[in-house]
């Protein structure tokens, strides 16, 4: 292996991302315990062997340059890396510890992830659990994710990919709607009715219906006098509310159908899902924290698959 740090110190890059954390050399000298000027002079000696400014300086501040926010976001992990492998030979991580960061789409989070977090932290009382709720794709380099929830995830060559489970799709109703409305008894009804869409909040494109007629794949996306983007559950609660039809995955609306405030329609043509992905960087090292968290949720996995 080439070397590449024989004139590039790790203390000099340790130096630069505790000032960029404090956007200042003062107190990134404190906490290393020198001074503001052996600060200074390191990171100047850094900017030197790449070439490029990190910081732009005044008399009363500092703060990054775009290289410098994009060299500190790499360093960043980098260095945290290094600081868990030290840990790991050394055992101070026999014990699963520290801060997990998650990111999950509402409906995995309020219906499969956050009920179990608990038994979670039960195992493993000496981690801590960060979630970040939302659908937006993440960058885990930038923003410092360790895992992510996606449905219908792209492939990404940087990521390692494990299927959770293929979500199943159905139809809903509530009781009130159907009762004025009457039954869908084929697709070709579903446009005499209210069907309450789902937009995609990055482009308003509306999510297709996934149907099989005679083994054969359908969609269907119609006009609506509701669609919600952001959050499929506003469409449940649209759905349980009398609005219309909606349709969305069976693990969201299990309690609702056994109760009866929802009613599945169209059971002829189900049978269509979308797949929920479990993402994590590709690396070599992979902290005691997330496998221990990979293990916990793909034993979860096994036990949904058995219902």
Known sequence: MKRHFEDLQLGSIELFCLAAEASSFTAAAQTAGVTPAAVSRSISRLEERLGSRLFVRTTRSIRLTDSGRTFFEQCRQALTQLVEAQQEVMGAQAVPSGLLRISIPTTYAHHRLLPLLPRFRELYPQVTVDIHISNRNIDFVAEGYDLAIR???QPDSSLIARLLENGEL???AAPSYLQRAG??????????????????????RRIPWLFQVDGTAQEFAGAAGYSCSDDVLGGVTLA???????????????RELADGSLVEVLKPFGGRSRPFTLLYPHGRY?????????????????????R
């Open 183 to 204: 039954i869908p008894q084929t697709l070709e009804d579903l446009p005499g009715f209210e069907c309450i869409q789902y937009e995609l909040p990055s482009d308003g």
């Open 151 to 153: 449905v219908r995830a």
């Open 286 to 306: 992979v902290p005691h924290r997330v496998r221990a968290f990979l293990d916990f949720l793909l034993a979860c996995r096994d036990e949904w698959a058995g």
């Open 240 to 254: 349980k509310h009398g609005a219309g039809l909606f349709q969305t995955y069976k693990f969201i609306v299990e």
């Open 170 to 172: 159905v139809v809903v």
